[in-house]
C-alpha cells in the first residue's frame, strides 16, 4: 500500500466550490424580475423572467431546478423527496436557455413553459428556479492556488446562488392565513406566528400598527413585504424590530395583506397598557 502510494504520489487538485444560496431576488451582481413566477390555474402558459449583470465581470449563469423545503423560521433547506402534502413544479415546466451569459450591465431574459397541463391535478406545485453564477476567470484562479505540505491543492471558490420560487395553482384555493402569539419583548422585538392551513401557499406584506387609546390615531410602525408561508408549512415564526417607537397605553395591530395591499389577509392585536 506504501509502496503503491510513493509510486502515485502527484500533487491532486481538489476544487472545493462553495455553494451560497439565497431564496431571493438579489444575490451579488445579479438582479432578477420577477422574484416569482405564478401561473394561476393554468390559464397563462408562458412567463418571462429578466436577468440583469450589474457588477463589472462578464458572468456565467446555470440555470436548474432544486427543491426546497421552508422552515418555520423561514429558512429552506434542499430536499429530494416531496414532504406529505408536498408536489413539485419542475415535471410541468420547461426553461430557456439553460445557461446565460451575461456582460456587465446586460440584460438577458428566460422563459418559463407550462407543460403536460392535462397531467395536473387540483392543488399547488412549487419548485425553485436556481441561478447559479461561474465567473469568467473560473478556471484560471483554480490554478492559482497553492500547494499544501501533504502534496494537495485546495481552492475555495465561491459560486453565488440565487433561487425563485415557480408556483402552480391549479382549482380552488381552501387556504386561511391567521396571526397568533403577539408578543412585544423587552428588546423592542415584534414576535408573532403566521399561520397557515389549506391546499396552497400565501404570499403577501406585513403592516404594524400602533393606535393610542387617547387620540386614536393609527401610526404605522412597521413593515415586511413579500413574506411567504409555503405549502406544506404549517407557520411560519415572525420577528420586526420596533426599536425607535414609544408603546404606552394602546394597541400593536399586525396586518397581513395581498400583495397588492387590497385585500386583509389576517389580523390581530396586542393591548399595550
Avoid at 111 to 132: A, M
Amino acid at each position: 500500500m506504501e509502496k503503491r502510494w510513493s509510486l502515485t504520489k502527484k500533487i491532486f487538485l481538489f476544487s472545493v466550490v462553495l455553494f451560497l444560496s439565497n431564496f431571493g431576488y438579489s444575490q451579488a451582481d445579479l438582479m432578477i424580475n420577477p422574484k416569482r413566477v405564478v401561473f394561476d390555474d393554468v390559464r397563462d402558459r408562458v412567463a418571462v423572467v429578466e436577468l440583469f449583470n450589474r457588477g463589472k465581470d462578464t458572468t456565467t449563469y446555470n440555470l436548474s431546478f432544486v427543491q426546497v423545503r421552508m422552515k418555520e423560521d423561514g429558512s429552506f433547506t434542499n430536499i429530494i423527496e416531496p414532504d406529505p402534502g408536498q408536489n413539485f413544479a419542475s415535471p410541468y415546466l420547461r426553461y430557456y436557455p439553460r445557461r446565460v451569459v451575461l456582460a456587465p450591465n446586460e440584460i438577458q431574459t428566460v422563459k418559463i413553459q407550462l407543460v403536460k397541463t392535462n397531467e395536473l391535478r387540483p392543488g399547488e406545485y412549487r419548485s425553485h428556479l436556481d441561478f447559479r453564477g461561474i465567473p469568467e476567470n473560473f478556471n484560471e484562479k483554480n490554478e492559482d492556488s497553492e500547494v499544501d505540505e501533504g502534496g494537495f491543492k485546495l481552492n475555495l471558490t465561491p459560486i453565488y446562488g440565487i433561487a425563485i420560487p415557480v408556483i402552480i395553482k391549479v382549482g380552488e384555493s381552501s387556504t386561511k392565513v391567521a396571526v397568533e402569539n403577539i408578543e412585544l419583548q423587552e428588546n423592542e422585538t415584534l414576535a408573532f406566528n403566521l399561520s397557515r392551513q389549506g391546499n396552497m401557499s400565501v404570499y403577501g406584506n406585513i403592516e404594524v400598527v400602533f393606535t393610542s387609546f387617547g387620540g386614536g390615531l393609527e401610526t404605522l410602525v412597521g413593515r415586511i413585504n413579500g413574506l411567504a408561508v409555503y405549502q406544506p408549512t404549517k407557520f411560519r415564526e415572525i420577528t420586526l424590530d420596533l426599536s425607535g417607537h414609544e408603546f404606552q397605553s394602546g394597541e400593536l395591530t399586525v396586518r397581513y395583506f395581498t400583495q397588492d395591499n387590497k385585500e386583509i389577509l389576517a389580523e390581530n392585536s396586542l393591548r399595550i397598557d
